[in-house]
């Protein structure tokens, strides 16, 4: 979400919204922490993520050497870390639908680091 945050002016007139399974009291303060300046959508029963595909991931999935190196990589940028309040498995989708609805890109990462880039995201958008 950072990372399409700091590229949003190449989304164009392109409405960018993240879905979460969190509690919609918790959007607020979701958005607010991340800074980002689109819609967040609560998803809590699911059915998008069941919809795309995204499955549970397994604890060595979630705690990939990827993952892991992306929380050193925070700490040492000044980050403290906290307790996780959401399910940890949740793996998630990234995706870009066209203004007649149609599914034009989707990416189903394996583990919680393996994002796709920001560039295929908006090449999709064409």
């Known amino acids: ?36 300046p689109f819609a ?13 595909g995204a499955e549970r991931g397994t604890n060595r999935q ?13 700490l040492r940028q000044g980050r403290r870390l906290q307790r996780p309040t959401e399910d940890i498995h949740q793996l998630g989708a990234d995706a870009v639908v066209g203004r007649d609805g149609v599914l034009r890109y989707l990416s189903l990462p394996a583990t919680p680091d393996a994002r796709p880039p920001i560039s295929e995201l908006i090449a999709a958008l064409d």
Do not use: C, N
Not at 19 to 27: G, K, Q
Not at 64 to 73: A, C, F, I, N
């Open 62 to 74: 979630i705690w990939s050497l990827g993952s892991l190196r992306m929380y050193v990589r925070l």
């Open 40 to 52: 967040i959508l609560a998803d809590v029963d699911r059915k998008l993520y069941q919809l795309l």
């Open 1 to 36: 979400m950072v990372a399409v945050r700091d590229r949003l002016g190449q989304f164009g007139d392109a409405t960018v919204a993240v879905v979460t399974f969190a509690a919609p009291e918790r959007l607020a303060a979701y958005r607010d922490h991340l800074g980002v």
